[in-house]
């Protein structure tokens, strides 16, 4: 029998409370056709980033709690107010919500900026970041090139940005500005795949040929001295993970941020649900014990939530990490794990939004 368990002591929703912050929108930039900026007021609460993370919004769409994580735009040594850029996305629930409905004013519950594809900013570093973006890939990487042009003066970067046509580039006039302002020290190559008449740049589908060719003009400073950073489609980033593995790159310098979830082995998925195995779990979080069964065809997050357990998370889909823990005991099998490192992995670190126990005795530490 499921049940939730908690220690003999009076419950304590302060820290579930914490968890939660409001935001309110102080202007929303209309970007593209399909792609809106949402910029907030300062809150009365320390928001505290990294260019390149990301915040959850959560709001109530048609009587439902939806939430999604939307990467940061804005950079914390730059930018007064914080942003998320929204692009639409075919039937997105929360994507087409937004744009269609968000007005200066609005308040939103967030949960606080997390995520890792970020990189420490230091004026004595002297390096070459290359980034690949696809379309809204484009919104860390935006936080990321204002962070390191403001701070590292011998630093350069070299950005690689492909479109469906010229009037679905996001930031557009920001990047023109950006790159003069640094001129020589901020490189954009748009790749165009229907590309006007008079288009003087790349055209076409952004595939290993072309990316060959286009990195035959970016200067080479070196393994040593180059990151690689790519956020985009999971076609075009495949295609970047195996034209930069051709090229023998360390795999320790690249970077990759990913807003969809990847292909789960299919065969792997249904060895672990067509077990018919039901365990018990139990979850340690905000100094409380939940104990509850999971059943073989639900992740350990989906049947919490079912039993109004207040677990963290976000994307739900294995990218984000938010509803990150340690196993501390029992095996499980993830879905994806594309959102963990592999020293996060060597450590016992799970994500329960994917996550399916395959033994007894499964214990989570959350936070």
Request: glycine share 8%; hydrophobic share 35%.
């Amino acid at each position: 029998m499921a049940f939730n368990f908690f220690k003999k002591k009076d419950k304590d929703t302060s820290k579930k409370q914490d968890r939660y912050k409001e935001l309110t929108v102080k202007e929303v930039i209309k970007a593209t056709k399909d792609a809106i900026v949402i910029e907030f007021e300062k809150p009365d609460w320390e928001f505290t980033y990294t260019a390149g993370q990301f915040i959850t919004l959560i709001t109530d769409i048609e009587g439902e709690s939806v939430r999604r994580a939307y990467s940061l735009c804005t950079s914390p040594l730059v930018d007064e107010y914080p942003a998320v850029s929204v692009k639409r996305v075919e039937n997105g629930k929360m994507s087409n919500f937004l744009n269609d409905n968000t007005k200066a004013g609005d308040t939103f519950k967030v949960l606080e900026p997390m995520g890792k594809f970020t990189t420490e900013v230091d004026a004595e570093k002297k390096r070459h970041l290359i980034m690949f973006a696809g379309g809204s890939g484009i919104t860390p990487m935006m936080g990321i090139s204002k962070s390191i042009l403001h701070a590292e003066n011998d630093s350069i970067i070299s950005l690689i940005y492909a479109n469906r046509n010229l009037e679905s580039v996001i930031f557009k006039k920001e990047l023109d500005d950006l790159q003069d302002k640094f001129e020589g020290r901020m490189h954009i190559i748009h790749v165009l795949d229907d590309a006007p008449l008079n288009w003087q740049g790349e055209s076409g589908l952004l595939n290993e040929e072309m990316l060959k060719k286009i990195f035959d003009r970016i200067p080479s400073w070196g393994h040593e001295n180059t990151q690689y950073l790519m956020c985009g489609p999971e076609g075009m980033m495949k295609n970047v993970e195996q034209m930069l593995e051709s090229l023998s790159i360390p795999k320790d310098n690249v970077y990759k941020e990913s807003f969809v979830q990847g292909t789960i082995d299919k065969a792997q998925k249904e060895t672990t649900e067509g077990s018919g195995q039901d365990y018990e779990v139990t979850v340690l979080f905000d100094d409380e014990e939940h104990v509850f069964t999971v059943p073989a065809d639900k992740s350990i997050l989906e049947t919490a939530l079912d039993k109004d357990i207040d677990l963290p998370f976000s994307c739900q889909s294995g990218l984000c990490t938010a509803c990150r823990g340690k196993l501390l005991s029992g095996t499980m099998h993830l879905d994806e794990d594309e959102g963990l490192s592999d020293s996060e992995r060597e450590e016992g670190y799970v994500l329960t939004c994917v996550g399916h126990p395959t033994s007894p005795g499964v214990k989570i530490q959350i936070g």
